[in-house]
T-cell receptor, first 113, second 111 residues
Framework: EAGVAQSPRYKIIEKRQSVAFWCNPI?????LYWYQQILGQGPKLLIQ????????DSQLPKDRFSAERLKGVDSTLKIQPAKLEDSAVYLC???????????FGSGTRLTVV | GIQVEQSPPDLILQEGANSTLRCNFS?????LQWFHQNPWGQLINLFY???GTKQNGRLSATTVATERYSLLYISSSQTTDSGVYFC?????????????FGKGTHLIIQP
């Protein structure tokens, strides 16, 4: 089966600019997650979707970050405006349901200068 | 929230050696996963192991949920085993079930 697809792989932007990341989960996976991984740390959950509804966005900086999952399939994560501390790898993961293992995509490495 | 502690933080071994990585967690969890993050940043799911023991080739894992720890064993290490190993736990309470990750064990296998 095809894995979790993410794009772009790399992005460099200046602070205060906006950026968007895209994720296509494994077909049929109802649950989709966005994680942020800062260099040297473990990934941190930003937002969790079940189909096209948000289950948990308690750690999402909502003043600058937004995410949507239209039609319960693809998802986009947006940052506007970006700050230097947003430099990280943004990982998307999906799972068939809540009590099975995750599959992660390759991630998008964001550098804010 | 749940705290996840992994040890050791760094480990350097010669090819062929065996190793044990440990994960302690602070509260009851529904599930636990071990991941390997390769030098290109890809997170590979090694084990989905809420309890018991599983084996996959040279790797095996044991979770003792009642004592809140899990162990990952790597036997006959190869240079391709290098990377960061993460333990992540999951609690299904309250509807949210995101994984909480530890800080990882950075493993270097020297030829």
């Amino acid at each position: 089966e095809a894995g979790v697809a993410q794009s772009p792989r790399y992005k460099i932007i200046e602070k205060r600019q906006s950026v968007a990341f895209w994720c296509n989960p494994i077909s049929g996976h109802a649950t989709l997650y966005w994680y942020q991984q800062i260099l040297g740390q473990g990934p941190k959950l930003l937002i969790q979707f079940q189909n096209n509804g948000v289950v948990d966005d308690s750690q999402l900086p909502k003043d600058r970050f937004s995410a949507e999952r239209l039609k319960g399939v693809d998802s986009t994560l947006k940052i506007q405006p970006a700050k230097l501390e947003d430099s990280a790898v943004y990982l998307c993961a999906s799972s068939p349901n809540r009590d099975t293992g995750y599959t992660f995509g390759s991630g998008t490495r964001l550098t804010v200068v | 929230g749940i705290q996840v502690e992994q040890s050791p933080p760094d480990l350097i071994l010669q090819e062929g050696a065996n190793s044990t990585l440990r994960c302690n967690f602070s509260d009851s969890v529904n599930n636990l996963q071990w991941f390997h993050q390769n030098p290109w940043g890809q997170l590979i799911n090694l084990f989905y192991i809420p309890s018991g023991t599983k084996q996959n080739g040279r790797l095996s894992a044991t979770t003792v949920a009642t004592e809140r720890y899990s162990l990952l064993y790597i036997s006959s290490s190869q240079t391709t085993d290098s990377g960061v190993y993460f333990c992540a736990v999951q609690n299904l309470g309250g509807g949210a079930d995101g994984l909480t990750f530890g800080k990882g064990t950075h493993l270097i296998i020297q030829p």
